[in-house]
T-cell receptor
Framework: QKEVEQDPGPLSVPEGAIVSLNCTYS??????FMWYRQYSRKGPELLMY????GNKEDGRFTAQVDKSSKYISLFIRDSQPSDSATYLC???????????FGTGTRLQVFP | DAEITQSPRHKITETGRQVTLACHQT?????MFWYRQDLGHGLRLIHY???????NKGEVSDGYSVSRSNTEDLPLTLESAASSQTSVYFC??????????????FGPGTRLTVL
């Protein structure tokens, strides 16, 4: 069983829709939870991170962590075609710099 | 502007050949990482380094080696390329944050095909 599970999609939504992307994990020692965005044929770039449980909002993006359920989410409001990319969740413990990545969910937002 | 670069961007080689992929960062970061990305597996850590002369094995290190002779560069060597090593390779660098997780900055990737 993988430490981090993520539905690969693809997820196809119309412009303006609310998008929900999710990951589950098995290691309760994870403390930092991140979302990376990867455009086609580019390297991943950090979108958001959260520490422990709770919500964090940044513009149209909201990251949510539920440690009791070992479940994290990324919500995208008013989705745009420019949001079309692969979204990877990643997580780590405080005492290590190594990230464990999900497989990524490919999102397509059509006009 | 500081950046991280990889070369070559595309490489086709034959089974059994030695291949070296270059990674260069100008942030002066101590930490550098090599990942491979494959469909269904996501990003998997190959090797990483926390500073000059320091190297460590990651999750999928067999058949790969790295050396760190300066802060800026971490070349990845495939000693004897195999078809199973056909993949997209990403280099990343980071600086440890005391209060926040270190942000890993990724290069643009090298697409390697082993025939």
């Amino acid at each position: 069983q993988k430490e981090v599970e993520q539905d690969p999609g693809p997820l196809s939504v119309p412009e303006g829709a609310i998008v929900s992307l999710n990951c589950t994990y098995s290691n309760s020692a994870f403390q930092y939870f991140m979302w990376y965005r990867q455009y086609s044929r580019k390297g991943p770039e950090l979108l958001m991170y959260t520490y422990s449980s709770g919500n964090k909002e940044d513009g149209r993006f909201t990251a949510q962590v539920d440690k009791s359920s070992k479940y994290i989410s990324l919500f995208i409001r008013d989705s745009q075609p420019s949001d079309s990319a692969t979204y990877l969740c990643a997580m780590t413990r405080r005492d290590t710099d190594k990230l464990i990545f999900g497989t990524g969910t490919r999102l397509q937002v059509f006009p | 502007d500081a950046e991280i670069t990889q070369s070559p961007r595309h490489k086709i080689t034959e089974t059994g050949r030695q291949v070296t992929l270059a990674c260069h960062q100008t942030w002066n970061h101590n930490n550098m990482f090599w990942y491979r990305q494959d469909l269904g597996h996501g990003l998997r850590l190959i090797h990483y380094s926390y500073g000059v002369q320091d190297t460590n094995k990651g999750e999928v290190s067999d058949g790969y080696s790295v050396s760190r002779s300066n802060t800026e560069d971490l070349p990845l060597t495939l000693e004897s390329a195999a078809s199973s090593q056909t993949s997209v390779y990403f280099c990343a660098s980071s600086e440890v944050g005391l209060l926040t997780p270190d942000t890993q900055y990724f290069g643009p990737g090298t697409r390697l095909t082993v025939l």
